[in-house]
């Protein structure tokens, strides 16, 4: 293997006894980037393993190989990915079906995060990849829930990639990456800050699904900045009450987000003294924003008898009749 015997010094690299010589890591190089895919994810486990045992100048060496474009565009050829969206899908009809062995990379996203993660970090693939089913490498650490491996994915990918479709596999509906991210409150946030460079319009990328999802982590700064880009999260909440409940059920400070969409003009439902475990707490902040009267169910009157079953009677004479009628 010539090309990768330029890589490293006249000295020939070994570890410990010698058992591990240059003679062997030259073989496990051959069939690494090999059509046999159990043959190559056998060699990639062993090259992790040699990597982690090898002193600093030998690592380096081993960097300058494995970070080549020869390197990379071996393992494009020989475990048949594609660079991007466009390619996959100009190649639609040599798609794998998922009953088929897969593709090295789709192995090691799946069987060894630590594998994986080195051959993205070493650039032998690469974030924007789709891998020989049509899947986005991003969506493989996704459904893994690699949160450390997609967060390096996402800082070397550009905003047109996680704009792009997730899968153009038949059994995959077509999301972009983005609308993905939105069930993730960590994917979701450090996606949008490389969306949201972007000049384009972008209200038209998320759907009311993946702005339900959003409701459930969104900060003030958050909500603020979807907003001025055409993502209006109190629109989506003031069709669908239940989202609501759903922020009290999942939101780690529900209060901050309640105050948002109260100041824009987004109240909440009638049952939501009903629905609150705290509704003691809930009345006090009905009672810190006064509440608009009249309103459908929460009125003062009813805000007061419920002040009363609460045994709140401070709150229940400060909204009293004759505050009322003032």
Known sequence: MEFADGFFSEEKPQIGDGIRSYGWLLSQIDCLFCSDTFKSKQALYHILGYYEQADPDLRFELDSFLQSDWARLSALARWNLFPD????????????????????ASCCAYESPEAFQFLIRQGIIRPCYYNSFGHSLFLLAFQENAIETIKYMISTMSPIHLLAPASVAETWDGRPILQLAATNAVVFCICWEKVDQMQQELEEILQEDEIRSICRFASIGLASRLNQRGINLAGVVKKD??????????????????????????????????????????????????????YAGHGQEFLREFAIHCGRIDAAHWLSFDRVAA
């Open 241 to 294: 009450s239940s989202l609501w409940v759903e922020m009290i059920c999942y939101h780690l400070e529900p209060t901050s987000l309640f105050d948002w969409l109260w100041i824009n003009n987004c109240l909440p439902p009638q049952d939501f003294l009903l629905f609150h475990p705290d509704p003691d707490s809930a009345l006090d902040w009905l009672l810190a924003n006064n509440f608009p009267f009249p």
């Open 85 to 104: 969206f466009d390619r996959v899908v100009d190649s639609q009809e040599c798609l794998q079906s998922e009953q088929e062995h897969p593709d090295v």
